[in-house]
């Protein structure tokens, strides 16, 4: 049986079984909050509970090392959707201990690439915007700040959101403050 059949047998299984807390929960996130966090699966059915966070609650914004590459990246244009058509009025980065992007390297990634088979002249297309993403992640503390500093100084965010940042542990769920978006 393939990964495809598994899964899709496991949705056949959930939808005839769908609990009735399930229908009808609105798009618009009830606690007008977006968090944007890695993509580490230690964190899946993790994170949210351990913040008392549920379904319909927060828009949950995920990628690799909760990194913002830039003005209008896809990250930034979430939460664009997210504050001016959605309703959020505060946002969370939250980055995690021991996240694999702090010991990624863009040679290692490009040689991955490589060895799957894919074109040089591909990597060459992206390969200054890979490095500098890449290559200056090495601690995930200071990637939050970094984070919550390129959406507070972005012109595009309404200066009157609260952009807070905490790091959390996927081992035992803490959370620490990083940045209190209040102050």
């Keep these: 049986m393939t990964l495809l059949d598994e899964v899709t047998q496991a949705n056949e299984k959930f939808v005839s079984h769908l609990p009735a807390d399930f229908i009808g929960i609105s798009k618009l996130p009830q606690r007008q909050l977006a968090i944007i966090t890695?993509?580490?699966t230690r964190l899946v059915d993790f994170l949210e509970p351990?913040?008392?966070i549920g379904r319909g609650e927060a828009k949950i914004i995920k990628t690799a090392g909760n990194s913002i590459t830039g003005d209008f990246s896809d990250i930034i244009r979430s939460l664009l959707v997210c504050i001016y058509e959605l309703g959020v009025k505060e946002i969370m980065v939250i980055g995690h201990h021991e996240c694999g992007m702090a010991h990624a390297t863009s040679d290692e990634l490009i040689k991955a690439m490589l060895d799957m088979g894919i074109e040089q002249s591909a990597i060459d297309n992206v390969k200054d915007e890979l490095i500098h993403w890449v290559d200056n992640f090495h601690?995930?503390?200071e990637n939050v700040q970094d984070a919550v500093d390129k959406i507070r100084q972005n012109p595009l965010i309404?200066?009157?959101i609260?952009?807070?940042g905490l790091i959390f542990h996927p081992d035992t769920g803490k959370v620490d403050i990083?940045?209190?978006g209040y102050k």
Excluded: F
């Design 139 to 141: 601690h995930p503390v």
């Design 178 to 180: 990083v940045v209190n």
């Design 38 to 40: 890695c993509m580490d």
């Design 50 to 52: 351990a913040l008392g």
């Design 162 to 164: 609260p952009v807070h």
């Design 158 to 160: 309404a200066e009157t």
